[in-house]
């Protein structure tokens, strides 16, 4: 079975990427004339109406310029405290706390020594409007994790490697929703479509997320066991986080990091083509796309891959989520017979 199962962390089809491209003629610029620096991109980009309220302010530069600072104000010209990060040429703010939906800001870009600002004004979208039908609306809903509708953040270069190698879609069920707390079921599909995949287990108790802030939901860092190919793995220090429409038709600006150890991975790295027999052999395997190693949380062995991804979209789906206590023993699964003598009868529950 060509699959990898990476519950809670769908990220093996993401791009990468850091701003997304805007045309030049859009961006601000300086008007004297004097600076060797220029604006490439800028996320939100002038005008935009489409910003997340959780966004951060991103502005890349033409050359790293150390002297540079963005600061931000809304309609009313009130100024949003936040938090200024400069990495290579790329400048971010990051407001201290989340923006208004459906609201007018302006940011402002000072480079190269600049005595006048450069304006970026934009709108934030619709996202966080609460939901229409209260969280009624979302019990019962199945969701379908576009896969390629990401960017990995880190490691940087390995998205369109990596892009080919997962053909699954990620599902997720919305079981309940109570005091706050965001319960799940999440599956596998079969590759190239939507149908859950029954000879992979489905995780019954994925850890609820924190829905005090809804439509937003959040899952602080964790350990979470999971089944990658019939063997048993562990996402290490998962965290992730998104917010629903109004309507409930979708949910979007997925986030997401963890660790994933190769000395767990190694074994199923022949499904995909990969000649890899061990946690170091995993390792040299991630030197040939530049890509190195890091230090295991559980014991500091550099054997784990670190991966951090955003920008994921989910759409609802018209099909339920089965329960799937085993892999490969499962009534619906084809490939049962050899592997469990009783294999489980569908719509079955799991202890």
Known sequence: MRSLFLIGLPILACSDG?????????????SDGVCDISIKNTSPYPQDTTMYYRDAIEVEFSKRDASASISLTDADGVDIAGEQVLSESTLRFIPSTPLRFKESYTAYIQY???EEPVALPFETSALG????????ALVGSTYAVNLASGRILE???????LRGILQNTFLVQIQDVVNDQLYVRSALSVADSIEQNYCVS?????????????????????????????????????????????????????AGAGDFDGRELYPIM??????????????????????????????GESYCLHLVLDQLEANIEALDIDPVCEGNCHEQCVENTPTCTVPQEQYATCE
């Open 18 to 30: 850091i701003i997304k491209p805007q045309s030049p003629e859009a961006l601000p610029s300086q």
């Open 202 to 254: 489905t995780i019954e108790d994925f850890p609820a997320a924190d829905f005090s802030e809804a439509p937003y939901f959040s899952l602080a860092a964790q350990d979470i066991d999971i089944e990658i190919g019939g063997y048993q793995s562990t996402i290490y220090n998962l965290s992730l986080s998104g917010v629903f429409a109004s309507d409930a038709s979708f949910f979007t600006e997925i």
């Open 270 to 299: 022949g499904d995909f083509g990969f000649d890899v027999n061990s946690g170091s052999e995993f390792c040299t395997l991630l030197e040939t796309f530049n890509v190195s190693c890091t230090p295991c949380p559980t014991d």
């Open 129 to 136: 409007e609460p939901l229409i039908e209260g969280n009624h």
């Open 112 to 114: 190269c020594g600049s």
């Open 155 to 161: 490691p940087v270069g390995v998205g369109e490697v």
